[in-house]
């Protein structure tokens, strides 16, 4: 029989470490409900100390999820290990995740401490977190430039101290293949207790090498692999958990493992977060992208009509694609719009939110024939989006634009109780929306990303716009979904603005930024 591989989501801390990525509370809740539907093994809510928005999230996300092990993330230090345990009190299952530097540069240049210290360290830190749980997970930051000796020693030393899982980080994706691989057999062989624990990699993306790292890595014995969904996190990202899975599904005549993940549900998952953070995934990415499992060449349409698996390694519906397509309209009742929000994984908190709910779906379904499970996703966080406390609101937007004009833009704003307007040329009339906006509340930001995403096929689908706006070092983005495009981007850049106008109470550590 396969061993099984456990799937380690980091969607919810590593992930969120994506310049302008940030989710809200219910925002992570709902990832964690879907990863939970996955059958994700354990899930990493966050980073506890790190401010009290995490703390909140990671609280929250224990209390919502029950088939899954929700893991709060602590440097090797007694406070972040005592805030991380608060948070996590509320798991049916908690693992605490304790971390810190072993490479020669991190120890000298970042920690400024002797390796023995760094062991001595990390020792107590494990026995220290064996005190609120006896799932204990270390973690060797940037273990792919460590020395391999060094290492064995921190890795036996940590297990015996009561790590039950200990994880050999690519922190900064330099390592490649071969060679990690080989780190991981070298540690499994070398370290005389490595049979009292699982062996885990967390790779990064920066030389496009975290799948394969992680691969080679399992190929070689690890059984615990952490990645995100889409590949989303810091810099180039993580490895993708659904290219992680479907490998392993896909080539068990390479893997002697397999993973419990419920394929069939990694598409939603995939639209779910790439919804939330606004990342739209590119069509040609593995598995989940658009393009995943579209024939255009001659040759390959003529193969897959004679026989699928001439150019197709995985069934579409495998991963989810079909699995979801049920359409709903606008004499679709309140018990079809509430089954189909179950199914696709998206519980609303009472029937009050159920209600306003199905008011913005009838609303949208008066403007477009068919609503997708995709238009459903876009629908609850536009809500979300609503019920959030915004000092700028909306009110009306009117806009001109056409052959031989110059766009122009009317906007009335409500800021902080009083009403507001202004009127502005453009280079185009969403150029020429945002200079009202700007007109009204001045904000000072710069415009860093503007990208539009059709939700849905069809010439009445939603827009749906991402807006990022970065000022004095502070990095937001803004979400926004209409049928009108020039709606949804006004709706995006206020969203944007109001996250900058209200106070930022979420810190990251440097040491935050690690594995």
């Not at 990832?31 to 995490?54: H, K, T």
């Not at 068919?370 to 909306?394: C, R």
Request: with cysteine.
């Amino acid at each position: 029989m396969a061993d099984q591989l456990l799937v380690f989501d980091t969607t919810l801390r590593d992930g969120e470490q994506s310049p302008g990525a940030s989710m809200t509370c219910e925002e992570k809740v709902r990832i964690a409900r879907a990863l939970e539907r996955l059958r994700v093994d354990v899930i990493e809510a966050g980073f506890p100390i790190a401010s009290p928005d995490d703390f909140k999230a990671v609280k929250a996300v224990a209390e919502a999820v029950t088939e899954s092990r929700v893991c709060g993330l602590a440097r090797a230090l007694t406070k972040d290990i005592d805030r991380a345990a608060e948070a996590l009190k509320p798991a049916r299952a908690a693992r605490i995740h304790t971390f810190i530097a072993t490479s020669p540069i991190h120890m000298r240049e970042k920690l400024r401490m002797s390796p023995e210290a760094v062991l001595e360290g990390a020792v107590k830190a494990v026995r220290y977190a064996r005190q609120f749980t006896d799932d204990v997970e270390f973690s060797a930051e940037d273990a792919g430039r460590s020395d391999p000796d060094f290492l064995c020693r921190v890795m036996e030393a940590v297990i015996s101290a009561g790590a039950r899982t200990v994880n050999i980080p690519d922190t900064v994706g330099y390592s490649v293949p071969a060679q990690f691989g080989e780190l991981i057999a070298m540690l499994k062989n070398r370290v005389p207790n490595a049979d009292q624990a699982i062996f885990s990699v967390h790779c990064h993306n920066d030389l496009g090498l975290a799948v394969a790292n992680s691969l080679a890595a399992v190929y070689h014995g690890a059984r615990q692999v952490e990645c995100t969904i889409n590949g989303l996190g810091e810099r180039a990202g993580n490895a993708a958990l659904e290219e992680i899975v479907m490998a392993v599904r896909t080539r068990q005549d390479v893997f002697q493992c397999d993973t419990r993940i419920e394929t069939p549900h990694i598409v939603a998952a995939s639209r779910l977060v790439s919804t939330i953070t606004g990342f739209a995934v590119q069509p040609n990415k593995a598995i989940v992208g658009a393009n995943a499992f579209a024939h255009e060449a001659g040759i390959h349409q003529d193969g897959v009509i004679k026989n699928r698996e001439t150019y197709e390694i995985m069934r579409a519906e495998d991963v989810g694609w079909s699995a979801n397509r049920m359409v709903l309209g606008k004499h679709s009742g309140r018990n079809a719009f509430r089954a189909r929000l179950a199914e696709i994984g998206i519980t609303l908190k009472d029937d009050a939110a159920l209600n306003q709910a199905f008011e913005r779906f009838k609303d949208l379904a008066d403007k477009k024939h068919e609503i997708f499970d995709e238009d459903l996703q876009a629908l609850v966080s536009e809500g979300a989006l609503e019920e959030a406390v915004e000092p700028v609101k909306l009110v009306t937007l009117e806009t001109a634009s056409g052959t031989g004009t110059k766009p122009r833009a009317d906007v009335r704003l409500i800021w902080n109780g009083k009403e507001h307007e202004a009127h502005a040329e453009g280079g185009g009339p969403v150029d020429a929306a945002f200079r009202a906006i700007e007109g009204v509340v001045a904000s000072g930001a710069t415009l860093q990303l503007y990208a539009v995403n059709a939700i849905t096929s069809g010439t009445d689908a939603q827009g749906e716009v991402t807006v990022r706006l970065e000022r004095q070092g502070r990095i937001v983005n803004g979400h926004g979904a209409d049928t009108d495009i020039v709606l949804a981007s006004a709706k995006a850049y206020l969203n944007a603005v109001n996250k900058l106008l209200i106070p930022d109470n979420r810190t990251h550590p440097q040491l935050h930024r690690g594995m």
